[in-house]
């Protein structure tokens, strides 16, 4: 079998290929760059990450090679970033790499000399009547399918997941063993291409700041000022410089630039318990094709935590709707709703989140 493996510097990429070749396979490694090299705000430190990219592919006898697909990641992920956030709503900018650039982009590029494409999500496959589905991973705290929820049915039955039946200290015990220069390295944090740079210092360099002000949602009194709604998100907490708190932001007003936060963490207008998703997104198939009055029984995620929620589906005129059985914090329209089975194993789907009550 002919594999392409991709290799991110990190352990877990690195665990990938010396479980390839134990199993009697040497892949062709591939390290995807998405910084911007001429703007230094955008540049991602890679050369570490290619450095040990490069001991790894020293270490196996695999040929390494860089592709270079910053333009892409810019022209489609970046700019779709920006957007989102202008339109007030929270983006997830990983879960459309994911999709666009990783299977996308380097598919149509490169992976399709290939017959699978290995990496080290925390995810797994599963194959049911002649079919491939995108399965949970052993490890709940690492599992990754809430990134991968975009993903289409060509890419899911192409993909490999070395390490999603392992746990995190499993791999790290792994890559220990194998004299590995990346076991103890720590986890990347964030988003890639900001590299180091904070999340809001490159919102303001493309959006700037506007001043608004800060308002208590029960009683209409300004405690204070924002430098933009698009540095705020549903349910945020932290970055609001308020005191008598905790406050947390329950609404914004986009068009005349106002943040409303509430106050304490039972405050009522944090919370919802429906949400509505359009576009949504199958990855092999929709196994609900007849969706009666009553819904169906499902798990889901409104962002990356370990945890899945239970609630039910309805399916109607407006896009699918989410009635979850226990109260959401923060339901921030923009993100991806994501769901699964109702045992919480096979990720179905995602669909962007257009309303939250």
Same mark, same amino acid.
């Given at each position: 079998?002919?594999?392409?493996?991709?290799?991110?510097g990190?352990?877990?990429?690195?665990v990938?290929?010396?479980?390839?070749?134990?199993?009697?396979?040497?892949p062709?490694?591939?390290?995807?760059?998405?910084?911007?090299?001429?703007?230094?705000?955008?540049?991602?430190?890679?050369?570490?990450?290619?450095?040990?990219?490069?001991?790894?592919?020293?270490?196996?006898?695999?040929?390494?090679?860089?592709?270079?697909?910053?333009?892409?990641?810019?022209?489609?992920v970046v700019?779709?970033t920006?957007?989102?956030?202008k339109?007030?709503l929270?983006?997830?900018?990983d879960?459309?790499?994911n999709?666009?650039?990783?299977?996308?982009?380097?598919?149509?590029?490169?992976?399709?000399?290939?017959?699978?494409?290995?990496?080290?999500?925390y995810?797994?496959?599963?194959?049911?009547?002649?079919?491939?589905?995108?399965?949970t991973?052993?490890d709940?705290?690492?599992d990754?399918t809430?990134f991968?929820?975009?993903?289409?049915?060509?890419?899911?039955?192409?993909?490999?997941f070395?390490?999603?039946?392992?746990?995190?200290?499993?791999v790290?015990d792994i890559?220990?063993?194998?004299?590995?220069?990346?076991?103890?390295?720590?986890?990347?944090?964030?988003?890639?291409?900001?590299?180091?740079?904070n999340?809001?210092?490159?919102?303001?360099?493309?959006l700037?700041?506007?001043?608004?002000?800060?308002?208590e949602?029960?009683?209409g009194?300004?405690?204070g000022?924002?430098?933009?709604?698009?540095?705020h998100?549903?349910?945020?907490?932290?970055? =609001?410089?308020?005191?008598?708190g905790?406050?947390?932001? %329950?609404?914004k @007003?986009?068009p $005349?630039? *106002?943040?409303?936060? /509430?106050?304490?963490?039972?405050?009522?207008?944090?919370?919802?318990?429906?949400?509505?998703?359009?576009?949504?997104?199958?990855?092999?198939?929709?196994?609900?094709?007849?969706?009666?009055?009553?819904?169906?029984?499902?798990r889901?995620?409104?962002?990356h935590?370990?945890?899945?929620?239970?609630?039910?589906?309805?399916?109607?005129?407006e896009?699918?709707?989410?009635?979850s059985?226990?109260? =959401?914090?923060?339901?921030?329209?923009?993100?991806?709703? %994501?769901?699964? @089975?109702?045992? $919480?194993r *096979?990720?179905?789907? /995602?669909?962007?989140?257009?309303?939250?009550?």
């Open positions: 079998m002919n594999i392409a493996a991709l290799l991110s990190g352990v877990d990429s690195s990938v290929v010396h479980l390839l070749k134990e199993s009697g396979f040497t062709e490694l591939f390290y995807i760059k998405i910084g911007r090299s001429d703007d230094e705000l955008l540049h991602c430190s890679s050369e570490e990450d290619i450095e040990m990219a490069e001991i790894v592919a020293r270490k196996y006898g695999c040929k390494l090679e860089i592709i270079d697909l910053h333009k892409d990641y810019w022209e489609q700019a779709y920006i957007e989102k956030v339109q007030g929270t983006p997830n900018p879960v459309m790499c999709k666009l650039i990783k299977f996308g982009i380097f598919e149509q590029r490169v992976g399709y000399h290939f017959d699978k494409t290995a990496t080290g999500h995810a797994r496959t599963i194959e049911r009547d002649g079919k491939v589905f995108l399965a991973a052993k709940p705290v690492k990754q809430d991968l929820a975009q993903i289409d049915y060509l890419q899911v039955s192409k993909l490999m070395p390490i999603g039946h392992l746990l995190k200290t499993e790290r890559a220990t063993k194998a004299a590995l220069p990346s076991a103890r390295r720590h986890d990347s944090q964030g988003i890639c291409f900001l590299g180091k740079v999340y809001n210092d490159f919102i303001r360099r493309y700037g700041e506007r001043p608004g002000p800060i308002v949602l029960e009683s009194r300004v405690l000022q924002h430098h933009g709604y698009w540095f998100t549903l349910g945020q907490r932290k970055g =609001l410089n308020l005191s008598g905790p406050w947390y932001v %329950v609404k @007003d986009i $005349a630039n *106002i943040i409303y936060v /509430s106050r304490g963490y039972d405050a009522e207008a944090q919370y919802g318990r429906r949400f509505l998703m359009h576009n949504f997104h199958f990855i092999t198939e929709d196994p609900w094709l007849d969706i009666g009055e009553e819904g169906v029984d499902i889901f995620k409104i962002r935590t370990p945890e899945f929620t239970s609630g039910k589906l309805w399916r109607g005129n896009g699918y709707r989410v009635e059985s226990e109260n =959401l914090q923060g339901i921030a329209p923009g993100q991806f709703g %994501v769901v699964y @089975d109702s045992e $919480a *096979i990720c179905i789907g /995602s669909g962007e989140i257009s309303q939250a009550y």
